[in-house]
Every structure is written in C-alpha cells, then in structure tokens.
C-alpha cells in the first residue's frame, strides 16, 4: 500500500494463515501507542526464559528486565520467551481490543499466543507503525530495533526497510514498512516454510517495489502533462 496517495496491489488479502512471530509487532504497537514507560521494569518468568534462544542469555528467572529490552529481543531477535513476558505484561484482552481499535483483529488464546494473521490486517498494523514513526519519542528505538537483516527477504538496495518475519513449520511471513521516499507497506504471507521461501519472498518483493517505482514515474509523468502539455 502506497502511504499517500492511497493506492494498493493485493492478492489473496483475507487469506489467513497462522501467523507465528507477526504478532510481535502488535506488542510494539500497543505499548507505544499507549505511551506505556518502555524503561519499566519487571521480572523475567521462568517460563520465558525457558522459551528464549539466546537474547536473554544475560537475564536469569525471576531478575529484573525492562520493557524495553523485552520489546527489543522480541522484535529484533524473534525472541519468544520476551513475547511470553510482553503478553502477559499487556493481557491477551487488552491486545484484542487494541486490534480492533485498528479495524484488525487477533485470534490470540491462552492456548495460543500468536494467532492467525492476514496481509490486509499486517498492514493496518504497518500502517500504525508509519504513524508513530513521526508522532512518537520512541521513534528511534523503532527504527535501530527494525531495520534489520535477521530473516529479512523484503531487502533492496540501498532502502532501509522496518521489518518483522513469521516462521513456524509451513509458515514463512516477511512484513515490512519500505522507507523509500514514498513510503509504502507490503505484506508477504507464505506457506513456503518448507520451500525455497528466501528467494521467492524477495522476488514478490522487489516486483512489488518496481511496481511502486512504476506507479510514481506514471504519476509524475500525468503531473508534467497537466501543467506543461506535450
């Protein structure tokens, strides 16, 4: 989806898939946009230090670990022990309800904490992510906790993306906000987990930036015959 003006490409934009790690950026969201104190401290359960890989190797149960750094291993690291603490930190009901606010929604449990996601509700929540770029302090921490190369298939050269992926068994997903100078969200959701799911991510991907170049040189174009003429 183009930011402005609003134009978008969708194919299969309600198919639902499970969505593994993408709820991770719905963690983010919430927090900030609820101007939550990301330097707020809580103690590290026994169970998400039993889930995490290796970001919290420096925590041990029960000692005490900031939101922050929390948000930080479960965006940039895909850390799901961090996710485990957030969730329970924020309440399964709260994030719900915050989803909806967005016109989205989460399928979360109990039972499951990472729920079904489609691409047209990912980039509701890009989208969001877009806005609090420029109406939020912890814009900078976004952004150097985003733009990373961990599972990032979206990547072109030489444009920074904020990116989060979802992987688990079938499911690869790769979400992102491309900071081009339009910005534009895309949203590539796979059951390609046991496939060669690298290269085909990024291929839809930069087909998908060449049709946003695409877009912007017709655009351009239109704009020059308006005022010039032939």
Not at 55 to 83: F, M, V
Not at 169 to 180: A, K, P, Q, R, T
Request: glycine share 4%.
């Amino acid at each position: 989806e183009e930011l402005s003006p609003n134009y978008s490409y969708s194919y299969n934009p309600y198919k639902e898939y499970y969505g593994a790690s993408l709820i991770k950026i719905v963690d983010a969201l919430y927090l900030i946009d609820n101007n939550i104190n990301l330097d707020t401290d809580l103690k590290l359960s026994k169970t998400a230090k039993n889930l995490s890989s290796t970001c919290l190797d420096n925590y041990s149960s029960n000692s005490n670990i900031s939101l922050r750094t929390l948000l930080y291993c479960a965006l940039n690291k895909s850390d799901n022990g961090a996710h485990y603490d957030l969730i329970n930190y924020i309440g399964i009901n709260n994030l719900k309800q915050y989803a909806l606010d967005l016109q989205s929604y989460l399928t979360i449990s109990k039972e499951d904490y990472y729920g079904i996601q489609t691409s047209y509700n990912t980039n509701i929540y890009l989208k969001r992510l877009y806005y609090l770029l420029t109406n939020s302090n912890e814009a900078n921490f976004l952004k150097n906790t985003m733009i990373n190369n961990n599972e990032n298939y979206l990547y072109l050269d030489n444009i920074n993306i904020l990116h989060k992926y979802g992987y688990y068994d079938n499911y690869y997903h790769d979400i992102g906000l491309v900071l081009d100078n339009y910005p534009y969200t895309i949203s590539i959701l796979t059951s390609l987990g046991k496939d060669n799911y690298q290269s085909i991510v990024n291929e839809i991907a930069n087909k998908v930036y060449n049709l946003h170049e695409s877009y912007w040189q017709e655009k351009k174009e239109y704009c020059n015959f308006l005022i010039y003429g032939d």
